[in-house]
């Protein structure tokens, strides 16, 4: 795993408003090279169209978004976005070796490289059995597999994912949960993953960063001091990890106008 000091994200005030409608206000936060970020907040807060501004998809109305120190006016080459219906992300007439390979068509790869990078991506997710496979023939959760090895053989250097396990089993959820844990840590690749989910939140973040009120603010942005080599049960069964877990509950379960929100820290 990389070193986590160096920005290679930052939300910088970011406010966006549909028409009258304003659901985010100065909103800032910074993700480091190498770091896993949750972000997480009650339903209806905002959470998929900060991701949309982190990404470049959909452009705040003020403050600004920074890939490795430049303002980011449209999706980032440094970044790609897993997204939570596979289903629909996966073209299903396409086996999964080039629904993997589609976005590197437009890199100036030669065929060669581009085979490289599909086989080193499914090898990535434990798909190296499934190129040959078409997505209907395939359970929910390698579906998911194969969409996230589809960013990975873009080879990013920030992932953005939108409640990725959202619609798998539990069972399937938390080997999805381990696999990025070691997708982080091998790659180095930076994360930042929008959840409803606080244990999934702690489980995996770095930092945790709560989202409150009506327009969502920052209310809070929380270390989690749990290190590497997280294991499902054991590390689920931490004082450290129940509090952590308790801690964000309570703050997101209280009314947003009884949370006063502040500015995380950069």
């Known amino acids: 795993m990389q070193s986590i000091s160096t920005p290679i994200l930052e939300a910088d005030g970011i406010g966006k408003s549909f028409g009258d409608n304003q659901v985010l206000s100065d909103v800032t936060f910074s993700v480091a090279k190498g ?3 949750c972000i ?8 998929t169209t900060l991701l949309r501004a982190l990404s470049g998809l959909g452009p705040a109305n003020s403050g600004e978004v920074r890939v490795n120190g430049r303002v980011v006016v449209k999706p980032p080459a440094e970044l790609a976005v897993v997204f939570q219906d596979y ?4 073209m299903p007439w396409m086996k999964v070796g080039k629904n993997v390979e589609l976005p590197l068509r437009r890199l100036g790869l030669s065929r060669e490289e581009r085979r490289k990078r599909v086989e080193q991506a499914l090898s990535d997710v ?3 059995l499934a190129e ?3 997505p209907w023939q395939m359970s929910g959760g390698m579906q998911q597999r194969a969409a996230i090895a589809r960013s990975l053989a873009y080879r990013p250097e920030i992932l953005i994912m939108d409640e ?3 619609s798998v089993d539990a069972q399937t959820r938390a080997d999805l949960e381990d696999l990025m844990l070691d997708i982080r840590d091998r790659l180095g690749v930076s994360i930042v993953l929008v959840t409803h989910d ?5 489980y995996l973040g770095d930092k945790v960063i709560v989202l409150s009120g009506r327009p969502a603010s920052v209310a809070a942005s929380v270390e989690i001091p749990l290190g590497t080599g997280r294991d499902q049960i054991e590390t689920k069964s931490r004082p450290a990890y129940l509090e952590l877990r308790a801690e964000i509950h309570r703050m997101i ?7 006063a929100p502040q500015r995380a820290p950069r």
């Not at 997480?40 to 959470?47: E, M, Q």
């Not at 289903?87 to 996966?90: A, F, N, P």
Request: glycine share 12%; net charge negative.
């Open 35 to 37: 770091q896993f970020v």
């Open 40 to 47: 997480v907040g009650p339903s209806g807060t905002g959470k």
């Open 87 to 90: 289903s629909r992300s996966l």
């Open 126 to 128: 434990d798909l190296g």
């Open 132 to 134: 040959e496979l078409y």
């Open 164 to 166: 990725p396990f959202a």
């Open 198 to 202: 606080i244990e999934e939140a702690v």
């Open 253 to 259: 379960m209280r009314k947003s106008d009884t949370v």
